[in-house]
């Protein structure tokens, strides 16, 4: 009997489960009704606007990325501190510390004792901007540029931070900087790859670049960075072989593109039309490529504008020179990375080896973007994956010093294309350590970068792996205050 | 279980999962047509909720007052009716929150109480026998209902609605005493429609760029009947579907928006009173609020205006090919944006093509195009254009003139070219701000004096003869540091004019050592110094290229041990390969490493083996990577790979002072004219380091990359000798 009363419990309960079930799935039923892409995987089209195409009138075209790979102090460069010089070899208080993270090169030292700059800083320009003395031509420019002194990110270690930077996220395999605006915009010269890599080394302490720095992800391989080469020969196997001129080339493929011809006729296989037009391409950039190379057509002085190591292949001041180049020809994101800024001792000897070897060519592809009238539509970057500490890293003395990783706070700057020229923004303070004013984290300068180019950072997506992935990945503020 | 509480209880269940799921859906919920009147219901039945859930929360206050049967009774009647409309309400809610126009923050509050509110109200649907439970969450759920009503009556009537009376208004620059007409609705035309129809164009026989003109109306008769929406024209048009022939404004083209269609709807039905003004409007006029909320909308970045057509896209789209990029500013913009690529390709129908497009071209850019004065014929066409790029191409400037045609030219890039002050003088664009005269014939006098009149002339870079500058090195042709005797050696310098001196005996070239005119010959190893200098430039430093000797080159190479991990190098090909390893590039690249195994090489100099004098190979040394010097070779030779024999065994010692960190040494066997096919060169690693060592104590490894076979000793200079620290057993 008393089995039975349970069972009953139990049925109802049952019943009384099935019943609600049956409701709940009626009412999903109903409410799918409503949803028309939630069973069949969405509609496909993912982008309210067809590609190649901006979302609003740009005001760049092109940008220029002058990577100074290893992190380049901002304390002796563009954030002057003097009240490091006058708190030489005191502890930072720990209340401007905070909770701060510190590397495993710093985290057992004893002490972290201030450091000032060694360089002294003037200010230039109308607007007024510090600049170091290690950079005294970029001091020149001040009234082109505007100076970011509040960039912060979320790293402390050379690669996430790198990848980080290029690619909007810390794990690798996301798609670069110049692969998302690849993507976005198409290319301007289709003779030419729409994203281009330069890299050199500098004479300071350098940490390494890999391709995944400018890798297309997940986006199609098209969009991949195309790594130059540091010869003679930027791109190798341009050439026609020896013996054979260029009318051989053309009949060749002429007759080759026949054979293709046929060949689709029988098959009808679109990617034989594929291959015809990457024949041609090649083609074509055995004489795009040369045309951009070719220097015969400008003065002597750019020589001297540039450095004399600028007709050094390889060299940071060819590679401007080249990126100048290529840039004018309609390439939409030129990389460079300049190796050699992680000065965690020794800083006083290398960071002005390494000042010398940008500071003139840096100054000179903005003046010579302008003297063209290209700075207008052309974004010149220039800056590392993080800033360093305001304390020393390792023995201090009077002649030398190091500093550690801080990725709170650093600076950048920029210039053309849109950004305001001749202001600084953000303030750090007095310590050179945490932002006081205008922070802009580089999911926000990412933002602002797209924005720049026409692109709304919200916008350009890309499905994968179910979900939509952007470059500011659900983050990023475009920065209004340095855009003019 | 009481009938009437099951079937509510379960209604209330269904429509709580059907409410969850399109929340969790939001973003793809699409509504149809009939259902969005269901949606506008919520306005009304939300009143319900609110009015039941006071007199249940009263009925609860005065229990006492109350029988306990009847206030059972009563209480659980008006619970089922609280919840029930609750939940409706807050689907209703849901439905209208997805018609445009809402997208506040309010809403986002108003949305998420209600929802709260409707779960919570099933939960008391549950526990209501649950006393001290039920009364808490009974009190909780008016609490909600009111703060929930409080922002949804912020939504229609503005969020400071309560308190409005109270506090002062904020100042508002809108001139509320300006009619509707011009101060709204004109703006709102002038921005989406008269780009189109205006006194130049007026498609559809319509001009709106005046007020007499607006109301003349087009080929269809006037724009609006007052009081009229259905039969105005204005409205009927933009209210059809996009993809309709007769949708204005057409399809692809900047839309009305719902609040700019709703406000001069409202404005027509209102009686189209040209007179009325937001200053005689009561602030509940859906007039009033229409206009409060275009106003507060936020506004496009304003982008320089144009009158002129969108170029057709497939027209734009055909234009482009391998040597010519067309491109549309932007969707909203009619400008287009022509770049000229390709220097030797350039053809003049690259232009003359843009026939088709010359209004909306704006920006052209054929920078270095090979073109001379001819294309000033075709450049006149553009009567749109703002900037114009001629950097570096051919054109003599005499023509300049016929450009004083482009009444918008803003921006004109001459650099590189040969036009000349006077040239300018001739130059009368009203519009022209910028110049870019960088790289011309022209002094710097007299771009001054141009821009005193006014035109910002750019002359970029002019070098400072005064400044020197330190030139680079100058660099070893083709980068090739093994020679033969009949190899000629080439220094050169990429800057022209510069005069390199070198020495070839090991000292340092100065001012009296020879100068480098012709390409050299040695036929022996040879340390080659060298720098240049120009006048003008600082000298530069000097560089030193070590020259070694080929001798004779085996036919073929064997590797007798693999090599150590990723330090494969070229494979063994490295050792022959003619060129030095880099000791920039230790551990990678053209060197062969060995940790574990010794390294053995079988070198084939052929069946009719020449006698030889000297065997060496060269290695590196890397203090990080523990590359140091081999703790003793071997040479083997013999005319069977089987059957080799031991020529000689050297030890050799690895001593901090001798050996800098990261270089390279040679080391050589001497031999008495031996003719043998087959050698066998072995080296072995040291199995501790020394004790100055980085790694002292641990096993070291071994870096090669060449080996050579000499038929005589080479001579003068020959590296071979002074590292050698080597003594024979």
Known sequence: M???????????????????????VGSAALGSLM??????????????????????APKAKRIIFLFQNGAPSQLESFDYKPLLNEMYDQDLPESVRGNQRVTGMTANQERFPLVGSQFGFKQYGQSGTWVSDIFPNIAKITDDICVIKTIHTEAINHDPALTFFQTGAQVGNRPSMGSWLSYGLGSENKNLPAFC????????????????????????????????SASEDPILYLNNPEG??????????????????????????????????????????????PDVTDISKEPDHIVKMYGSDCMVPGTYASNCLLARKLSEAGVRFVQLYHQGWDQHGSLAQEMPLQAEDVDRASAALITDLKQRGLLDETLVIWGGEFGRTNYCQGKLTKENYG????????????AGGGVKAGISYGETDEFGYNIVKDPVHIHDLHATILHLMGLDHEKLTYKYLGRRFRLTDVHGKVVPGIIA | MDRLERIVSNSIFSLLCLLTILLVFEEKVFIPLWLQPIGRMHPMILHFPIGFIVLLVMANVFRSQLQEEAFEKVNKFLLLLTAFTTVLTALMGFFLSLEEGYTSEVLSIHKWIGVGVSYLMYFLVIFHRKKIIYRWSLYASFVGIVIAGHFGAGLTHGINFLTEPIFAKEEEPFDKNEPVLTSLILPILESKCVNCHNAEKHKGELDISTLEKLHAGGKNGPLWMAGNTDSSQLIARASLPLDHKKHMPPKGKPQLTEVELSLIREWIRKGADETISLAGLDKQDTLFVLAQRHLSAEKPVAGPQYTFDFADADLIESLNNPYRTVVQKAPNSPAVDVKILGRQTFKIELIA?????????????????????????????????EELNLNFTNISGDRLSSLNGLKKLKSLSLSGTAITASMLEELKNPEIEELFVWNTPMSQDEIKQISDKGIKLISGFVPDEREMLPLTAPLLAGGKKIITPQDQVELMHKIKGVTIRYTDDGSDPDSTSNV????LNYDGNITLKAYAYKEGWLGSDTVTFKLVQRGVKPRDVELLYPTTGIFKGKGKLTLIDDEVGNVRDLPYFSWLGFYNTPFAAIADLGDDPPAIQVVAFNYGIDQGQKAAVPASAELWGGNSKDDLKLLQTKKLFYKKEEFRDRTSHMFSFDLDNSKYRYYKIMAYPMEQLPEWHRHKGKKAGIFIDQIFFYKERPKAGSPNNKKLIAQGT
């Open chain 1, 2 to 24: 008393e089995k039975e009363f349970l069972e009953r419990g139990l049925n109802i309960n049952r019943r009384h489960f099935l019943g609600k079930a049956a409701l709940g």
């Open chain 1, 35 to 56: 949803i028309p892409d939630l069973l069949n995987g969405g509609s496909g089209s993912e982008n309210e606007l067809p590609l190649g195409f901006t979302h609003f």
């Open chain 1, 197 to 228: 890599v330069l890299l050199s080394k500098g004479r300071g302490n350098g940490q390494g670049v890999y391709s995944k720095l400018w890798t297309n992800g997940f986006l199609d391989s098209v969009h991949q960075g195309v790594q130059f």
């Open chain 1, 244 to 289: 054979h001129s260029s009318e051989d080339r053309r009949k060749m493929l002429d007759n080759l593109a026949s054979l293709n011809e046929m060949s689709y006729q029988d098959f009808g296989d679109p990617e034989i039309h594929t291959k015809i037009q990457q024949y041609e391409m090649a083609y074509r950039m055995q004489t795009a490529v």
């Open chain 1, 403 to 414: 500093r550690d990783h801080h990725p709170r706070c650093y600076s950048m700057w920029m």
């Open chain 2, 353 to 385: 093509e843009l026939k088709a497009i010359k209004d909306q071209v704006v920006s052209l850019d054929m920078a270095y195009a090979q073109v001379g004065d001819e294309v000033f014929d075709q450049l006149t066409q553009f009567q749109n254009l």
């Open chain 2, 516 to 519: 480098y005119s012709q390409p």
